[in-house]
């Protein structure tokens, strides 16, 4: 495990409160800095996190393999 300037990383898949699954960067337990997020319903979130919420560019990816890039605001998507 290392330690970085965002926090704890970790290589191993994390369970977190909502039922996804997160692989990557972590503070004080929560996703912040790059990682990628698992949901159950195939849907995929790829990029930049902030306490926990999807904040930054990433992309979002779908069952289907469907691709949106994007902008994201504690966790939503920006101009949309």
């Known amino acids: ?7 704890q990383q970790t290589g191993q898949l994390v369970k977190l409160s909502n ?3 997160y692989a990557g960067s972590l503070k004080n337990g929560r996703p912040h800095g790059d990682g ?13 996190f902030k306490d926990g919420y999807w ?4 992309y979002l990816i779908d069952s ?5 890039y994007g902008e994201f605001y504690e ?6």
């Open 19 to 21: 039922g996804s699954q």
């Open 64 to 68: 289907e393999n469907y691709l949106c």
């Open 55 to 58: 904040h930054g560019y990433g």
């Open 1 to 7: 495990e290392n330690e970085g300037e965002e926090g």
């Open 36 to 48: 990628k997020e698992f949901m159950k319903d195939g849907l995929s979130y790829i990029g930049t």
């Open 75 to 80: 966790g939503r998507v920006v101009g949309i």
